[in-house]
Structures are given as structure tokens and as C-alpha cells.
């Protein structure tokens, strides 16, 4: 299964792998098993964006040789992690890392902060909120996590109004129709912004603005990042819960939040709308402990 698994993936190894090598091993005192062909296996969403190249190159300097999973939707890195394919993730943040432990019984932890970045609405029909007409259709991610995000920026941009004011649990469910300017259909993350042309809008996650032809600037509406309440949307690095403390994996989380041309990469590829973030690893364990229970009581 797990061959399989990666057999429909794209690997990009951004760094020559060594003949014979293990996939991040660790010994029993948490820290990396020593030796040359030791090779850290991080899932990504995006492996293109070439700040990825600049990150492997930082890693090596560091002794660390690093290979670059890349996936094609949001759905395949957190299975991949848990059935030991990865030894690491970088490409979700609180909220979705929650719903999918919860969903899957699975207990893969944050060991590390990178960004927040900025949920928008995006039109190839109107240049602003104020143009949607009643009754048109906007499309959202259907995964949990971000369907509700969408769904509260949507709310701020009074295109609809959810009952009780909305959560991060929010649903389609939780729409008031008769309240609403517009209607919502929930569509596979990659795909709503190949929507466009038969919507009025969409709500499109970072990861596909660009590939779509978009320019962040071009959002008519977005959440704010550097709101204090957004910390369940910090984007984390994730690991399994046993490797937690490994000391190489806690090194790489420490060169992609200081090595200079890796941020500004960052930035340049969110077109400068990510809040980079290094917030405290406890912080993180906190509130995706907090999400999970919340989960939990909604299911």
C-alpha cells in the first residue's frame, strides 16, 4: 500500500539522494540516527515554488539532506506522514491538522510555526465585492477546515449571513439563505479556481492563486492574518507524535524560520500577503489540543 501510495507521487529530490538511504531515522534519545545516508522526507503542497530549492540547499549547509514530496492536493500528506511515507509535512495549518487527526484517530503534532496566509475571494467577473449580484453562486474549498474559513470571510464581506454568527465549524448547513446575497457550493480545493468561469467568485487557498493566473492583490475580500484569534490558522510543520523532539527535524523548522532567502521566497511566492510567524511550539500544541476537543464535541 504504502508503495503504491508513492508511486502516484511527484518526488523531487532538491538534494542527490545517497545509494541505500532511510528515510530520517531517529534513536532512542530523539535525536537523528547519525551516518551520511540519513535523508528527512518532508510532504509538501507546491514543490515548485522555488523557495523549496533554497531551503534543501540551507539544510545541506546544515549537514542535513533533505527530499521534497510533493502532492497534488491537500488530502494525501497527512496520510503519507502517519504511514511513516514522511518524516515531516509543511502545508497545513491548525484547523485542517485537527479535523484530520480527529477524522482518522491519528496523532501527528506541530513541531514548528511558518506563516499565516490570508483565505480571499478572487473574480474573473467583477473588480469588486459590491458588483456580486443577488443570487449568484461563489465557490469554497469543501474540506472542513477551509470551507469554514471561506464561509466567515464571506460573512465579513456580507455576502452571507451565518446562523450564530459562525465558527470554525461552520457549514453550508449554517448558511441563512434568507439572509444570504449569494449562494454557495463547496468544490475540491484545487478546483475552485478553475470554477471561475461558471461562478461568480471563488474563494481560492494560497497554494493556487497563482497557478490559476491570479495575483493576490486581485482579491476583492480576505480574513486578516495578523489577527491575534487566527492562531488556528497558523500554517505548522508536522510530524508524527513520537518524533516530536527530534532534534533534526526541531533544526529544519529553525532553518526555514531563519535562513533570510527562504522567508523572503516566502513572501515573494504568497506575494507578500503571509505573516511569517514563529510562534512557540507550546502555543501550537495548546490550541490544536483546544481545536481537537471542539472537534470532537461537533462530530
Request: charged residues 20%; glycine residues 8%.
Amino acid at each position: 500500500m504504502k508503495k503504491k501510495l508513492l508511486a502516484a507521487l511527484a518526488v523531487l529530490p532538491l538534494v542527490a539522494l545517497l545509494a541505500g538511504c532511510s528515510g530520517g531515522a531517529a534513536d532512542g534519545s530523539g535525536a537523528a540516527a547519525s551516518g551520511d545516508d540519513t535523508v528527512v522526507k518532508i510532504g509538501v503542497v507546491g514543490a515548485s515554488d522555488p523557495y523549496w530549492a533554497v531551503y534543501a540547499k540551507a539544510a545541506a549547509a546544515e549537514g542535513i539532506t533533505v527530499e521534497i514530496v510533493d502532492f497534488a492536493v491537500f488530502e494525501q500528506p497527512n496520510p503519507a506522514l502517519s504511514a511513516g511515507e514522511l518524516d515531516l509535512n509543511q502545508f497545513q495549518h491548525i484547523v485542517y491538522l485537527a479535523d484530520y487527526n480527529v477524522s482518522s484517530k491519528q496523532d501527528l503534532v506541530p513541531i514548528g510555526a511558518t506563516a499565516i496566509y490570508p483565505l480571499g475571494l478572487y473574480s474573473t467577473k467583477h473588480k469588486k465585492v459590491s458588483e456580486i449580484k443577488k443570487g449568484d453562486t461563489i465557490a469554497v474549498p469543501n474540506d472542513a477546515s477551509n470551507l469554514a474559513r471561506a464561509l466567515l470571510v464571506l460573512q465579513s464581506a456580507k455576502l452571507v449571513t451565518l446562523k450564530d454568527g459562525g465558527t470554525i465549524f461552520s457549514t453550508l448547513d449554517d448558511i441563512d439563505a434568507g439572509k444570504s446575497k449569494v449562494t454557495v457550493t463547496a468544490l475540491e480545493a484545487s478546483l475552485t479556481a478553475t470554477s471561475l468561469p461558471d461562478v461568480a467568485g471563488a474563494v481560492i487557498n494560497n497554494d493556487f492563486v497563482e497557478k490559476a493566473g491570479l495575483k493576490f492583490s486581485d482579491a476583492l475580500a480576505q480574513d486578516d492574518p495578523a489577527d491575534p484569534n487566527s492562531l488556528p490558522y497558523v500554517n505548522v510543520f508536522a510530524a508524527r507524535a513520537e518524533d516530536k523532539d527530534n532534534a533534526t527535524y526541531r533544526k529544519l523548522v529553525e532553518i526555514y524560520q531563519t535562513t533570510k532567502a527562504v522567508q523572503d521566497g516566502v513572501l515573494a511566492v504568497s506575494g507578500g500577503s503571509a505573516e511569517l510567524v514563529q510562534t512557540p511550539v507550546a502555543d501550537l500544541v495548546s490550541s490544536l489540543a483546544k481545536v481537537e476537543k471542539d472537534t470532537k464535541a461537533q462530530k
